[in-house]
């Protein structure tokens, strides 16, 4: 395995880069890029690492992979949670799948828990990611839009308090979507307006974090259709990338039209205040049992909470 430093030392100044921060250990024999990191128990939801923060850890060793190439922006990302994680450290690695000068290029990166001597023998894979990066400055072409998302109108929202992360992101949602009545249930739509409550900006780490950081829209139903406290652990989740973020607060819908046998879908947009599409994202995942996470009642989420 071979050792260097890629980036200069880094000064984290924002909660959320200390959380999802990562680094260079060395490339393996066999072409394997290495970068150690952490899940952490103030990102979580319950007793489980919150899958965008993991994909934000993810994304962070994929960034700096690519911080010395002609493509360094993420176009999409496809990740699949194959485990359930645990706190604490681990290792992403990184394996480039298509390489290019100036084309796109396509990388594999996957999440690993332990972190002592490298065997991969001796590893489990908790989430493989599959990324596709490109370069923004060099696409061009035909633009056209039909029956496209469209931004949530922030002025509908009213302040939200946040349950899971609360110490760490602030932000705004439209009630009236949430149970209004005993027996009736809600509507299936997530929308709001979202922020780091240090001053952190928007940038493609926190892209895969915001589109992953949303009350399961079926939640909205009510505990009636729902059957109490539940968990909605993700299967899969996919983002495009649409644009280069430059924003502090983002505006998210989420919706679930089909939810089958508990299993269902969530797809939106994430947008900056201006009304532009910063990226879409859709996930698959389970309805199941809030003891599925935790015993612990302490941290039992409450009706129309994040």
Not at 126 to 139: A, L, Q, Y
Request: hydrophobic share 35%; charged share 25%; proline share 6%.
């Amino acid at each position: 395995m071979s050792n260097s430093s890629e980036l200069e030392p880094k000064k984290l100044q924002y909660a959320f880069d200390k959380a999802t921060d990562t680094n260079y250990i060395g490339t393996t024999s066999y072409g394997v890029t290495l970068y150690t990191g952490a899940t952490d128990q103030e990102w979580s939801i319950g007793e489980a690492p919150h899958g965008g923060a993991i994909l934000a850890t993810i994304t962070d060793s994929v960034l700096r992979h690519f911080s010395d190439k002609h493509q360094k922006d993420p176009v999409a990302m496809n990740g699949f949670f194959l485990h359930k994680s645990e706190i604490g450290p681990c290792v992403i690695a990184i394996e480039d799948l298509k390489t290019s000068k100036k084309g796109y290029c396509l990388d594999k990166s996957f999440i690993l828990t332990h972190v002592d001597q490298f065997d991969p023998e001796q590893y489990k894979e908790k989430v493989h990611v599959i990324f596709t990066m490109g370069n923004m400055d060099t696409e061009e072409g035909v633009t056209h839009f039909h029956d496209a998302y469209q931004a949530p109108d922030r002025k509908a929202m009213e302040e939200n308090e946040v349950f899971f992360m609360g110490d760490y992101v602030e932000g705004l949602m439209d009630r009236t979507i949430v149970p209004q009545e005993e027996g009736k249930p809600g509507i299936p739509v997530v929308n709001q307006s979202i922020k780091f409550k240090d001053g952190r900006v928007t940038d493609f780490k926190a892209i895969p974090y915001w589109c992953d950081l949303f009350i399961p829209p079926p939640v909205m139903l009510g505990s009636e259709i729902m059957g109490g406290p539940c968990w909605c652990p993700t299967m899969q989740l996919e983002v495009q990338f649409k644009r280069r973020p430059n924003t502090d607060e983002v505006l998210t819908s989420i919706t679930s039209p089909h939810i089958i046998n508990s299993r269902f879908d969530a797809s939106g947009g994430v947008w900056d205040l201006n009304g532009k599409l910063l990226a879409i994202t859709r996930h698959q995942c389970l309805i199941v049992p809030w003891t599925r996470n935790t015993k612990q009642d302490s941290i039992k989420p409450t009706q129309g909470k994040l």
